[in-house]
């Protein structure tokens, strides 16, 4: 059964950091592209950020530099590293496999505010 259960949310004030934490249940995990998409009130769902099997990273231009994902295979965990926030970073943040699956997971809240 694939499941994603995400963590690492909060409160942060502009110009903080978070790091976000995804642990995944899905076949072969090492193989798989994962990534990071979030959804603000009112909005679509969007792709954050991507990372192959072999470590390869992509990033929307709206968190390029500012956003960092990395992945440990021998815990089924892919992270986002998050600094430098802005208010317009506020969202749901959900991991899932790139393309996504139907899995979603609950998400995690971010909220960047003062």
């Known amino acids: 059964q694939v499941q994603f259960v995400e963590s690492g949310g909060g409160l942060v004030q502009p110009g903080g950091s978070l790091r976000l934490s995804c642990v995944a249940s899905?076949?072969?995990?090492?193989?798989?592209?994962m990534a990071w998409y979030r959804q603000a009130p009112g909005n679509e769902r969007e792709l954050v950020a991507s990372i192959t099997g072999g470590g390869r990273t992509n990033f929307s231009n709206s968190v390029k530099g500012g956003f960092t994902i990395f992945r440990d295979n021998a815990k089924n965990t892919v992270y986002l590293q998050m600094n430098n926030l802005k208010p317009e970073d506020t969202a749901v943040y959900y991991c899932?496999?790139?393309?996504?699956?139907?899995?979603w997971g609950q998400g995690t809240q971010v909220t960047v505010s003062s």
């Open positions: 899932n496999t790139n393309p996504a699956s139907s899995a």
């Open positions: 899905v076949s072969l995990f090492r193989l798989k592209t």
